[in-house]
């Protein structure tokens, strides 16, 4: 039997995927490549010694998935595919719509009919909403999100947990990711945004490369110790090592939620000095605006899934810092070279 990975070839998918061929699972990954490389492929195979399949073609193409049903043996479902960019969701609503929400629809219209109904959706912290107070804990209600993208992660869930309330043959692990940074230990895989990176670590590790001449810190008056924000960054690694762990809860029926994270909070300040006494290298920073939308501080209660999956995050800042500069300084191109 083998697990479709939908947005396999993107920054979290390929981790995952070198995760899943390590733990013995035969892959098959189905991404259209709009915020990917094939590239990705190659160094995949260098790191486990194994080519997962590749099909390339979109989640809202639903004979391309009949056809992919009907060909393997498949039995769970790890859905990363969807468009990501806050800001730009708020400029092209319809496409995220269309991608994150109408593409689930399909994904799970296509599942059912092939009797396939296991699925694990990358969620993210931001369904918690402006007001929830930290940690945020998975049986709190999801709350106001402030753009379409976050809106969308939070129709899926709805829609996720509507389809298991109608079908107790359906079982979804809703995946609440805090904040993914670093690479695969051999500098082979990576984050490779296209265009200015909106996330932090990336912005940071082109800047230490000389791609970007400063790094600018959005706000230093919060109310935090140091006034700049509060985010709980985990290693990418660990993320993927949580959806291994995760495959198993699908065992149990119903909806399954769970925090992926370290349960800490750590500032800009601190990511920007850590990542310059790690590596070394200067990263010159100034202070600028807020950025419209950001919150001042989360971080998970990552016990739940501790208790439930046996998965915590293990690898630290460090790791994280080292592992982002080894894959930036190895690839300051990404897999352009
Ligand atoms: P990514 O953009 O690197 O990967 C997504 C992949 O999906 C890409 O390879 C892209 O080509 C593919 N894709 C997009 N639309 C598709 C479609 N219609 N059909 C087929 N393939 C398609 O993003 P990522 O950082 O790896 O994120 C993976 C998932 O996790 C996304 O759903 C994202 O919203 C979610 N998530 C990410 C973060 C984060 O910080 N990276 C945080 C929370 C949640
Ligand atoms: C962003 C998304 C969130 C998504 C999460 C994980 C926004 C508003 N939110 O969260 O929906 O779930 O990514 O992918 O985009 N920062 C700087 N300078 C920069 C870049 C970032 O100071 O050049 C700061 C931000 O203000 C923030 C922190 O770094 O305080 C982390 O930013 P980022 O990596 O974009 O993640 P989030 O804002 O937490």
């Not at 008056?221 to 960054?233: A, F, I, L, Q």
Request: aromatic share 8%; glycine share 10%.
């Amino acid at each position: 039997m083998a697990v479709l990975v939908t947005g396999g070839a993107g920054y979290i998918g390929t981790h995952t995927v070198v995760q899943l061929i390590e733990q013995g699972e035969k892959v098959i990954v189905l991404d259209n490549l709009c915020n990917s490389s094939r590239d990705v492929f190659s160094r995949i195979e260098k790191i486990c010694g194994v080519l997962p399949t590749f099909i390339e073609g979109d989640i809202r193409n639903r004979e391309c998935l009949d056809k992919i049903f009907s060909a393997s043996s498949i039995d769970s479902v790890i859905h990363f595919a969807g468009l990501k960019a806050v800001g730009e969701s708020s400029q092209i609503p319809l496409d995220y719509y269309q991608n994150n929400v109408c593409g689930t629809l399909i994904l799970c219209e296509a599942m059912a009919a092939a009797g396939v109904k296991k699925l694990i959706f990358s969620s993210s912290a931001t369904v918690y909403g402006e007001d929830a107070p930290v940690p945020y804990e998975e049986n709190m209600p999801r709350g106001k999100t402030s753009n379409p993208y976050g809106a969308s992660k939070a129709m899926v869930e709805q829609v996720l947990t509507d389809l298991c309330a109608s079908d107790p043959e359906w079982s979804v692990a809703l995946l609440r990711y805090f904040n993914p940074i670093g690479a695969h230990p051999t500098g082979l895989i990576g984050e490779d945004p296209k265009g200015i990176p909106n996330n932090l670590m990336p912005f940071i590790s082109q800047v230490a490369v000389g791609k970007r001449k400063e790094l600018s810190i959005f706000g230093d008056d919060y109310p935090t110790e140091d006034g700049t924000c509060e985010r709980d960054y985990l290693h990418v690694m660990d993320l993927a090592d949580g959806h291994v762990s995760a495959l198993s809860s699908l065992d149990e029926n119903g909806v399954h939620i769970y925090n992926l994270g370290t349960g800490n909070g750590l500032s800009v300040l601190e990511m920007v000095k850590t990542f310059m006494r790690i590596t070394g290298v200067d990263v010159p920073y100034t202070f600028a605006d807020r950025r419209e939308g950001d919150l001042p501080a989360f971080w998970a209660d990552a016990s739940k899934a501790e208790k439930e999956l046996g998965w915590r995050a293990t690898r630290t800042l460090d790791d994280m810092m080292e592992d982002t500069w080894r894959w930036q300084s190895n690839n300051p191109n990404g897999y352009e070279g």
